[in-house]
């Protein structure tokens, strides 16, 4: 058993220069750990509810009253409690809410002390983080997931010049992090060089680190991470995959999507995705369709067996419930998972594992809004991720993760010896 001695919070600011979440938790009178939570830009509707001041400060998106609820009625329910582990605790959170979105205490508040009373007690049972997140799932192996890295953007996080997210780089031929890294870097820098020598443009950044040079259009976005990959003098569909992030939600209106200066039916979408992973060697699409457009997610999974993941994220938000829906539907084939999605630890272990159980491969993301802390690469590694989504490699934020990575590389993962919540 666990007693809750202290719990603070801060509101503090992310990568974006918008106020998010840190909060700081006691055990047993003299462990002490602060973690600090991320927001989204590119949010599915099924999310669970940040709360936000709405006030005239910040634009409306302080996280005071956030900030508030962590030191009245959270602290209020839970201090000089004990918890057996980390379900209890989350459970207790869940029913002090009461509200089947977290918008009674706020997911950020909830989900920044969740993940402290988690980092607590890996202290506390004296385990890396990432080996306490692999207890929770019973996994005894932690494993490194491959990287998926930022290289070009537009959609949400590039104010839109082009009408997809992210097309992001894969290293296929390392073997380790620490390669895998230096590779990125390399076609990176002939990314900046590129963009620089056609566009004339400074290698100006997106949210999440990704060049966004005016491209004309996706399929130029596209063409242009392959040019890059090539000149840093690796071979594409051997050295290099390629990943794309679709969100068609946001270019979702009237019943059709508005795919760069074209408006197309979702089957006419479909075709071009599909277009897409014959010409290039893409072996994941994220949300190639509105997170609503159930009846066409099974046909784009269909159409992309066995080339490419169709990989959901606003149509499932990390939701058991959608997943369970998808999973039935057969609408995809792999999860991109985000905590604060869900709310608390013990949620987006549930929804962990409903992937897993349908056959599901499952990429651990980041969000665009992130913080310095680096809690996601635990993650990542103590449930075995496929996949790690964090962002390019120019900003600290997403540095911290890879960073992390790294020295956990060098350290070792270790095969877990027994170890309870409680040591």
């Not at 910040?58 to 918890?83: C, E, H, M, W």
Request: net charge negative; charged share 25%; aromatic share 8%.
């Amino acid at each position: 058993m666990s007693r809750i001695t202290r719990l603070d919070a801060l509101e503090i600011l992310d990568s974006r220069g918008r106020p998010t979440l840190e909060v700081t938790l006691g055990l047993d009178g003299h462990v002490l750990e602060t973690v600090s939570v991320p927001s989204g830009a590119s949010t599915g509707k099924a999310e669970a509810k940040e709360l936000r001041d709405r006030e005239r400060r910040y634009r409306g998106l302080g996280t005071k009253k956030a900030v508030a609820n962590v030191y009245g009625p959270i602290a209020a329910s839970l201090l000089d409690q004990d918890f057996s582990d980390q379900n209890s605790f989350d459970l207790a959170l869940i029913e002090l809410d009461g509200t089947p979105d977290k918008s009674g205490l706020g997911a950020n508040a909830i989900l920044a002390t969740s993940l402290a009373f988690a980092r607590a007690t890996a202290r506390i049972c004296g385990v890396e983080l990432y080996e306490y997140f692999a207890t929770l799932i019973g996994n005894q192996e932690p494993a490194f997931p491959q990287l998926t890295v930022n290289l070009f953007s537009g959609g949400k996080h590039a104010f839109g010049q082009v009408a997809i997210q992210d097309v992001l780089v894969v290293p296929q031929s390392t073997a380790t992090i620490a390669d895998s890294l230096a590779m990125v870097y390399e076609i990176y820098q002939s990314a900046a060089d590129l963009v620089f020598r056609k566009y004339n443009s400074r290698p100006l950044t997106a949210d999440e680190g990704g060049l966004a040079p005016p491209f004309r259009n996706s399929l130029e976005m596209l063409e242009n991470a392959a040019e890059a990959i090539q000149a840093a003098g690796f071979v594409l569909g051997r050295d290099v995959a390629l990943a794309v992030d679709v969100a068609a939600s946001h270019f979702f209106r009237g019943g059709n999507y508005h795919l760069d200066s074209k408006e197309e039916t979702a089957e006419g979408l479909i075709e071009i995705i599909d277009r897409w992973t014959k010409e290039f060697p893409i072996i994941s699409v994220e949300d190639g369709l509105a997170e609503d457009d159930w009846d066409h997610w099974s046909k784009l999974r269909k159409r992309l067996e066995g080339s490419a993941l169709t990989l959901a994220d606003d149509l499932t938000c990390t939701n058991p419930e959608r997943i369970r829906r998808a999973i039935e539907l057969k609408a995809a084939d792999a999860l991109l998972l985000k905590v604060n999605q869900i709310g608390t630890l013990t949620e987006a272990k549930e929804a962990y594992l409903l992937a897993r159980k349908g056959g599901w491969r499952i990429s651990i993301s980041a969000r665009s809004g992130e913080t310095e802390d680096n809690w996601l690469a635990d993650l990542a590694v103590g449930w075995a991720g496929d996949f790690i989504k964090v962002g390019s490699i120019t900003q600290s934020e997403r540095l911290a993760k890879y960073n992390r990575l790294l020295r956990i590389e060098r350290d070792g993962v270790r095969k877990l010896r027994p170890v309870t919540e409680n040591g």
